[in-house]
């Protein structure tokens, strides 16, 4: 009895070891004669398939003053190394790995050096090194997460019923095309509308590499946002020749609308009742002391609106808000009606007792 014990024990040992035992081999074999500097291609010649598929999880803010957008994505390369390739049944039917993708891993795989053109984070490449997936096919997949922050120029001329264009460009950093063929990949995409898309591609541009898609990012993990609407998502990938080069650049293309439901609550009623009282500040008669209160108080509340749309719009901007061009005009009106107000009163309040009519308006009047 004893002894089926221990052989019990003994088969249960050796089967958590064994698959153990079979990875460790399997990595020993891969990190032999592998070197992370060599574009993984056996001919040197050709260029090597990088696909890049851009997962969006959500927007997280549009910074209007300083024209920059963030959000939280997802990036996930695929290529195929041939060093990398294996036979299952060699190694207890192990089918992919796993490899760590830092920068100080004592054992480093080659990845693409993709990189954000206009990024403005201070780390330039803000993606966080998660780890490799190796098929035994050669495989390679990386989707490293990141919060990432861009220029994106933003137009508030119908600020808040406003719509804006922010796009990601996306390339690689010293490959040209004849090294990285870079490329999107378009499928298995969930599109705006939370269903499946697909891709239409057309031509763009001279180049005939070169074509527009449109549907670019997918969102299949995207999160509302409470302040944009997500409307679009196209994307164009750019092919550029220097002289015996050729570069390859993607552009995610990202359309939003403002949603102006608390902006109609919070400015656009108040602009609305703020107009009322400045039309209605002429109704009153000239000798009302109180048209000089009410003047006043419209306004110093066309001044507090003013303050806050020029607040929210971009300092440099080559456009200004209908609505702040508004605000304007209505404080021009009601400053013009104070001062106007205070002359009338004034001129109506004299009496000849104690105001001596001048000779000059004596006669223009006579």
């Known amino acids: ?94 089918k992919d790995v796993r490899f760590a993708g830092d920068t100080d891993a004592p054992f480093k795989l080659w990845r693409p050096d993709v990189l954000l053109f206009n990024s403005v984070s201070e780390a330039f490449d803000s993606t966080y090194s998660s780890r490799f997936i190796v098929n035994h096919d050669g495989e390679v997949q990386q989707n490293p997460p990141g919060i990432f922050r861009f220029i994106c120029k933003v137009d508030v001329t119908y ?42 591609i057309r031509p763009y541009g001279d180049n005939p590499e070169s074509y527009s898609v449109n549907e670019s990012i997918d969102l299949q993990v995207y999160l509302q946002n409470g302040e944009w609407d997500l409307m679009n998502t196209p994307g164009t990938r750019v092919v550029t020749d220097f002289g015996d080069a050729s570069y390859h650049e993607l552009y995610y293309y990202i359309h939003i609308r403002r949603r102006t439901l608390a902006y109609g609550i919070n400015l656009i009623i108040p602009s609305l009742v703020i107009s009322m009282m400045t039309v209605l500040g002429f109704t009153l008669p000239p000798d009302a002391c109180e ?51 205070v002359l009338t009163i004034c001129l109506f309040s004299r009496k000849a007792e104690t105001h001596e009519m001048s000779p000059l308006v004596f006669n223009a009047i006579r």
């Open 1 to 94: 009895m004893f002894l089926l014990g221990s052989v019990l024990v003994f088969a249960a040992a050796v089967g958590f070891v064994l698959p153990s035992f079979d990875e460790y081999r399997l990595l020993q074999y891969l990190k032999e004669n592998y070197d992370y500097f060599e574009r993984p291609v056996e001919n040197s010649s050709l260029p090597l398939d990088v696909k890049v598929r851009f997962l969006l999880n959500q927007i997280l803010d549009v910074d209007e003053k300083n024209q920059v957008m963030s959000i939280l994505a997802y990036i996930d390369f695929h290529w195929n190394d041939y060093k990398l390739r294996w036979d299952p049944k060699m190694f207890g039917g192990i």
């Open 159 to 200: 600020y808040p019923f406003d719509t804006q264009t922010c796009f990601l460009k996306m390339g690689s950093w010293t490959y040209s095309g004849k090294h990285i063929n870079l490329d999107f990949m378009l499928t298995q995409m969930i599109g705006v509308k939370g269903h499946p898309v697909n891709a239409a």
């Open 291 to 341: 048209k000089i209160t009410l003047e006043t108080t419209v306004l110093l509340s066309v001044i507090f609106f003013l303050q806050m749309v020029s607040n929210m719009s971009p300092p440099q901007s080559k456009s200004v808000p209908i609505l702040a061009a508004f605000f304007s005009c209505c404080l021009m009106v009601v400053a013009c009606s104070c001062v106007f107000t």
